[in-house]
């Protein structure tokens, strides 16, 4: 089992930026592929971003890409959203996600292939 806990959310001006922290705890952090995802009311989860178990190794929504950075800390479990010039369209729930993988370059985009979830973390931006 792993456990997940978001935090870093808020409500912040349009324009303005937000880090989201994920901070795992149970299994070895780095046998993880890893992701952000968003889920908007009355929308489908989304996924923002995904890490590989290597870090350097990334993916983005076309949405976000300029404008978040998706991070991992293997030595310290846990994984980062650095969000910027940030839009009322990004307001939404915003929960990591992971999932054991063999091979280190390997990224998973699908939400339905990931294993664990956090219980999210509320992003409001106002215009």
């Known amino acids: 089992q792993v456990q997940l806990v978001e935090s870093g959310g808020g409500l912040v001006e349009t324009g303005g930026s937000l880090r989201l922290s994920c901070a795992a705890s149970g299994r070895t952090f780095s046998s993880f592929a890893m992701g952000w995802f968003r889920q908007a009311p009355g929308k489908e989860r989304e996924l923002v971003a995904a890490i590989a178990r290597i870090g350097s190794i990334t993916d983005y929504a076309d949405s976000v890409k300029g404008r978040f950075t998706i991070s991992r800390d293997n030595a310290k479990n846990s994984m980062y959203l650095q969000m910027a010039s940030l839009k009322p369209e990004d307001t939404a729930v915003y929960s990591c996600?992971?999932?054991?993988?063999?091979?280190?370059?390997?990224?998973?985009?699908?939400?339905?292939?990931?294993?664990?979830w956090g219980q999210g973390t509320q992003v409001t931006v106002s215009s």
């Open positions: 996600a992971a999932r054991e993988v063999y091979r280190g370059w390997q990224i998973v985009s699908d939400r339905n292939e990931y294993s664990y």
